[in-house]
T-cell receptor, first 114, second 113 residues
Framework: AAGVIQSPRHLIKEKRETATLKCYPIPRHDTVYWYQQGPGQDPQFLISFYEKMQSDKGSIPDRFSAQQFSDYHSELNMSSLELGDSALYFC???WGGGGMAGYTFGSGTRLTVV | DQQVKQNSPSLSVQEGRISILNCDYTNSMFDYFLWYKKYPAEGPTFLISISSIKDKNEDGRFTVFLNKSAKHLSLHIVPSQPGDSAVYFCAASVGAGSYQLTFGKGTKLSVIP
C-alpha cells in the first residue's frame, strides 16, 4: 500500500541557508501535518493543512512557512536556518482530523544544519 | 510544560512476558489517546487508541487502559515478542477530529529473546 512519501530523506545545509522539505500524502488523504523531532525529544507539532487550508498551527517559527497544493502534497519552507533547526522532520497524513484514528507518518527528513 | 509524560525512557522485558508502558497527562481537555510505535529510520506507526469514554481498548496482543481520574494510561503487550522492540510514543488530542497530537518523549522497549 502507498505510504506517506517525504523527500529528501537527508539534507545538509549551512547556517542562514534555505531548505524545502516535501511531503506526498497517502492517496485520498486530505490532511497533512508537520512535526519536528529534535535529538532525544518528542515530536513537536508544527502545522497542519486540511483541504489546502491551514487547519492548526503549533510551535512553528516565523522563519518557516508551509502550504498544501492542489494535489494535496505539502512543502515546508525553512529560511535563515539555524543550528537548532537540525532535527528529524516528519510529515503525516490522514483523511480528516486524526484525533481518534491517528495519522500515517512518513519516514521523515533528517535536516542537519552546519 | 510537558503535557504528556512518559517517565520511563527505557524498558527491558523477557520474550513471552508482559510489557507495560505508562503515560501520564496533565491537560484535562484531552479526550483521545493514542500509542505509536517507532523503529529506527522510520516514522511513527499508529498502534492503538482509546476514547475518554472508555477505560479499556484491546487489539490482539495490545491493550490500552485509561484511568481518567488519575490522568494515566498504559499500554500492555502480551506476550511480548522481539519484534516489539521499538520506541513507543504516547499521544493525546482534544477532539476526535483534532489536527494536533501532543506526544510524550517515548519509551524504548527492548524485548530480550
Amino acid at each position: 500500500a502507498a505510504g506517506v512519501i517525504q523527500s529528501p530523506r537527508h539534507l545538509i545545509k549551512e547556517k542562514r541557508e534555505t531548505a524545502t522539505l516535501k511531503c506526498y500524502p497517502i492517496p485520498r488523504h486530505d490532511t497533512v501535518y508537520w512535526y519536528q523531532q529534535g535529538p532525544g525529544q518528542d515530536p513537536q507539532f508544527l502545522i497542519s493543512f486540511y483541504e489546502k487550508m491551514q487547519s492548526d498551527k503549533g510551535s512553528i517559527p516565523d522563519r518557516f512557512s508551509a502550504q498544501q497544493f492542489s494535489d494535496y502534497h505539502s512543502e515546508l519552507n525553512m529560511s535563515s536556518l539555524e543550528l537548532g533547526d537540525s532535527a528529524l522532520y516528519f510529515c503525516a497524513s490522514s483523511w480528516g482530523g486524526g484525533g481518534m484514528a491517528g495519522y500515517t507518518f512518513g519516514s521523515g527528513t533528517r535536516l542537519t544544519v552546519v | 510544560d510537558q503535557q504528556v509524560k512518559q517517565n520511563s525512557p527505557s524498558l527491558s522485558v523477557q520474550e513471552g512476558r508482559i510489557s507495560i508502558l505508562n503515560c501520564d497527562y496533565t491537560n484535562s481537555m484531552f479526550d483521545y489517546f493514542l500509542w505509536y510505535k517507532k523503529y529506527p529510520a522510520e516514522g511513527p506507526t499508529f498502534l492503538i487508541s482509546i476514547s475518554s469514554i472508555k477505560d479499556k481498548n484491546e487489539d490482539g496482543r495490545f491493550t490500552v487502559f485509561l484511568n481518567k481520574s488519575a490522568k494515566h494510561l498504559s499500554l500492555h503487550i502480551v506476550p511480548s515478542q522481539p519484534g516489539d522492540s521499538a520506541v513507543y510514543f504516547c499521544a493525546a488530542s482534544v477532539g476526535a477530529g483534532s489536527y494536533q497530537l501532543t506526544f510524550g518523549k517515548g519509551t524504548k522497549l527492548s524485548v530480550i529473546p
